[in-house]
């Protein structure tokens, strides 16, 4: 993605339809970068559990222990879905630079 970021910048043409695909590719490319970015997903600290539960009913123990994992899962399914919609986003704006660069250029040459 960052290849076309590169080459909308490198455009030479002055067009106003160049200069939009030139600012929707620096778009696409932030966004792309944030798709980067880590997920910080949570994990169960066995040492806590252990303190909180080790002298807790058995099913208590395995009923929070579930439900703790439904949340984590759930956090995790959250995060996906932001990355995902990130990527999209670079991918969209980098094909609309594309685009604009393209028109950009055909009308330079008329």
Known sequence: MLVGVI???ASGHESAVSAVG??????????????LLPRTGGAINPQA?????????????RLTLL?????????????LRRKFRR???A????????????????FDLS
Do not use: M, N
């Open 87 to 89: 990527i999209r986003i």
């Open 49 to 61: 559990l252990q303190d909180r539960y080790l002298d807790k009913a058995e099913l208590t123990t």
């Open 91 to 106: 991918v969209l704006l980098l094909l609309a630079a594309a685009a604009a660069v393209l028109i950009g250029s055909i």
């Open 22 to 35: 030139q600012g929707l590719a620096v778009g696409g490319g932030i966004a792309a970068g944030l798709a």
């Open 7 to 9: 080459v909308a910048l």
């Open 67 to 79: 439900a703790t994992r439904l949340d984590l899962y759930q956090a995790d399914e959250d995060a």
